[in-house]
Each structure stands twice: as structure tokens, then as C-alpha cells.
């Protein structure tokens, strides 16, 4: 008897089709800058210091769909972070007319150079650059935890710049957090003006 359960037990489990797992499909984020952004080959350098002079938030709430953008300065506020609540590290804090981004261009691309935030040489983050890519990392020289300036992750940037080369706006910070009980993705468009190279 015990013989003829387990047999059934596995013509039951041999006999069901079984589909391979497939991972749900993300729907793409349709919520856009509002400004139409041109590319001028001419100018299409990061390289130099970047003044922050403003930033949106762009967002999505997975489950309703529901799309909106939150600025992150207002009249009174000129503090505002990458992320949705607060900021963890000091690269997500925002200052309006005060955060510089400084772009060291690598001797090689592909290659390494530097990353400086708000002119601190001291603790300087690494710049990842390939072809088609800029990605703001850990410096290659940290070699301790209490070192690390990103808690050991990236942040890739998307540079776009204006027809006349003066401003510079940056995609940064694509996260899905849960936001109130609910799932979301966002991003972050900050605008840069130039300032030295």
C-alpha cells in the first residue's frame, strides 16, 4: 500500500506541466521633462564644475499608475534630496546655487578618473566612464567599509545638454522604493550651470 501512494505520489508530481518561471514586465515610465532637450554635438562635454541651480523628481506609483513631479526647492527651501524622503549619503543632498559637481576627464575612455562633490578633494568619489556611460562610484583607492562614500553602490548619471552649452541637466537616481504602502519608480532631473573646466 505504502509502495503504491508514493508511486501515485510521483506519476502525480512527473505528470504536471511545468512552465519555466518568467519575471513580470516592467512597464516603461512614460513621465517626461516638460522642456524639450536638444543635443549639441559640439558641446557635449561633462567635463569641468557644475552649480546646481535646480532639481525634479520624477515619479511613478506602480500600482495606480499615476505619474506626477515634485520639485525639490520651493521659495522658502533651497534643500532638497535625491532621494524621496531624506538623504543617506552626501551626494543625494541637494543646495540649491551651492552643490557643485566637478567631472575629471580620464586619461583613457574607457577608464577611471575622479568624481569631486562641493570642491572636497579629500574625499573624492571614483567616475566611471565608458563610451555610452557615466557612472559615480566608490574612489578605486577605498579600501575600508567606513570609507565608502556611496555604501559601496553607483549612481549612473545621463548628461543632456541645451543648445547653447551653458546649462547641463543630469539624470540621476533612478530608484522603486515603497512610498506610503505602495510601489514606485523615480528619478531625479538636476540642472547644472557651467562654471570652470
Known amino acids: 500500500m505504502r509502495m503504491l501512494k508514493i508511486l501515485l505520489l510521483v506519476l502525480l508530481f512527473s505528470s504536471c506541466e511545468k512552465e519555466p518561471f518568467t519575471p513580470?514586465?516592467?512597464?516603461?515610465?512614460?513621465?517626461s521633462p516638460t522642456n524639450s532637450h536638444s543635443h549639441n554635438e559640439n558641446c557635449f562635454t561633462i567635463w569641468g564644475s557644475w552649480e546646481l541651480l535646480d532639481a525634479k523628481m520624477y515619479l511613478t506609483n506602480l500600482e495606480t499608475g499615476d505619474e506626477w513631479t515634485e520639485n525639490q526647492f520651493t521659495y522658502n527651501d533651497t534643500i532638497g534630496s535625491l532621494r524621496y524622503l531624506n538623504p543617506t549619503y552626501e551626494?543625494?543632498?541637494?543646495?540649491?546655487?551651492?552643490?557643485?559637481?566637478?567631472?575629471?576627464k580620464p586619461n583613457n575612455i574607457p577608464g577611471m578618473s575622479e568624481f569631486i562633490l562641493n570642491q572636497d578633494t579629500i574625499d573624492t568619489y571614483g567616475l566611471n566612464v565608458t563610451n555610452s556611460n557615466y557612472s559615480i562610484v566608490e574612489h578605486p583607492t577605498t579600501t575600508n567599509v567606513d570609507g565608502l562614500?556611496?555604501?559601496?553602490?553607483?549612481?549612473?548619471?545621463?548628461?543632456i545638454?541645451?543648445?547653447h552649452c551653458k546649462?547641463?541637466?543630469i539624470i540621476v537616481q533612478e530608484s522603486y522604493e515603497n512610498i506610503n504602502g505602495y510601489n514606485h519608480h523615480y528619478y531625479t532631473i538636476l540642472k547644472f550651470k557651467k562654471l570652470y573646466k
Open 161 to 163: 545638454f541645451n543648445n
Open 91 to 104: 551626494l543625494e543632498l541637494l543646495e540649491k546655487n551651492k552643490t557643485v559637481w566637478r567631472f575629471k
Open 167 to 169: 546649462t547641463l541637466e
Open 149 to 159: 562614500l556611496l555604501g559601496g553602490s553607483a549612481r549612473n548619471v545621463t548628461p
Open 24 to 31: 513580470p514586465i516592467q512597464e516603461p515610465v512614460t513621465t
